[in-house]
């Protein structure tokens, strides 16, 4: 019996879930990336991410994460070299609670709100405890 598949972290959902190419309509199906494939390539290639600490952040083995990057990158090529439109939806995946102190990905919406209401809240205290002249 096989282990059971254990969900990937992921920050957010994408803000854009299909890609079309332009020109003559595409003769093929599209391709469908998981939003852990989508997940992996955007900490790894997009926020500059070693796959050892993608693989921390998304709380799964670096060989898993090399793994679900590896078939990103091929379902990528195959959506650009084939002209085929791209859609990015299912996977294993569980989205960030935002209840960690700090986000490892760059910020989700939810601890990108609590970094920017903590800042404020220290620029107050700073501005308190600067001497009046």
Known sequence: MPRPRKCRKVCQLPRIQEFHPLGP???????????????????????G?????????MQ????TVQMIYNSARKKLA???????PLRIEGGSYQLCDGKEEA?????????????????????????DRSPIG
């Open 49 to 57: 991410f070693s796959q050892e600490e993608c693989s921390a952040y």
């Open 25 to 47: 309509p595409p003769c093929g199906p599209a391709v469908v990336l998981n939003v852990d494939e989508y997940e992996a390539i955007r900490l790894i290639d997009r926020q």
């Open 78 to 84: 195959a959506a650009l070299v084939d002209g085929l």
């Open 103 to 127: 986000c490892g990905c760059g910020g989700c919406r939810r601890h990108l709100r609590a970094c920017s209401q903590k800042t404020l809240m220290e620029e107050e205290v700073h501005e």
């Open 60 to 63: 799964v083995a670096r060989t």
